[in-house]
């Protein structure tokens, strides 16, 4: 029930962040694909929805209130969607916000990722009538074809699956998670649909790091941009509800608090 935000070893500080935010380098797109959407599709047929929710706008600060963050494992900026999972009303609105999007793209099909794609995808199929599938990590599901092994923030880790008739060729894919990061995990799923000859029409997560979309080479980290381009899917798009600029929601951590948490 957590969204991950930057590692301080990563990150070294959190004014290292703040240096960063203020001199961001911006990816230059058509201004219909600027709200929230971090590159633009062509293989994949994208149809530029409307702009009735944008990233970061009035819906997104509402819902960003409800995600918490607090520190864990050293990372400054742990966050739980936990928050919003505890607010029906909350979590409705974020199904509602994506069921509109996607119905405006129009997909085929709606893949979750291991695990919190599993909460997150399967209210929005319903809304959607259309079928849910898992992709899960490796030696979970009978009769599954995996992807290679690919980097994260936290590491590396070993590829992942989906059944081998999970996708049709030429089906229209939704990729969805919780959040995106340096995109590891997304770059995985996209080999995957395009291994059984489908197209993914977008990457949709609730929280977007945009901090990591392509960062200033001296910066020390990652670029999602970069990864994306080196395994030719740079034009798959990516859109984040929510970003790093609105979640600003100190979480109140009781006398009590403990840092238990295992590897994430």
Not at 17 to 25: L, N
Not at 48 to 74: L, T, V
Not at 249 to 254: C, D, F, G, Q
Request: glycine share 8%; with cysteine; proline share 7%.
């Amino acid at each position: 029930s957590y969204l991950w935000c930057y590692p301080a070893l990563q990150l070294h500080s959190f004014s290292h962040r703040q240096a960063y935010t203020r001199h961001h380098k911006k990816i230059i797109m058509p201004p219909e694909l600027s709200k929230g959407t971090s590159t633009a599709s062509s293989s994949a047929s994208l149809v530029i929805p409307s702009s009735k929710y944008e990233q970061d706008g009035p819906e997104a600060r509402e819902i960003a209130k409800h995600m918490p963050y607090f520190p864990f494992k050293g990372i400054p900026r742990f966050y739980d969607i936990g928050g919003f999972l505890a607010k029906p009303d909350i979590f409705q609105k974020i199904v509602d916000i994506f069921a509109h999007r996607y119905n405006e793209i129009g997909i085929d099909v709606i893949a979750g990722l291991d695990a919190r794609g599993f909460i997150l995808g399967p209210p929005i199929a319903l809304a959607l009538k259309k079928p849910f599938i898992m992709m899960r990590k490796k030696g979970k599901m009978p009769n599954s074809v995996h992807s290679e092994s690919y980097q994260t923030e936290y590491g590396g880790r070993e590829g992942m699956t989906v059944q081998r008739n999970a996708i049709n060729k030429g089906d229209r894919v939704l990729v969805i998670d919780d959040l995106v990061a340096t995109g590891g995990t997304l770059s995985s799923a996209i080999s995957l649909v395009h291994m059984l000859g489908g197209n993914v029409v977008e990457c949709a997560c609730v929280v977007e790091l945009k901090m990591f979309i392509d960062p200033p080479a001296d910066s020390g980290l990652p670029s999602r941009k970069k990864l994306f381009d080196s395994q030719n899917i740079g034009h798959v798009p990516v859109w984040g509800l929510v970003s790093e600029d609105v979640l600003t929601n100190e979480a109140e951590l009781p006398e009590n608090y403990v840092d238990d948490g295992e590897e994430h």
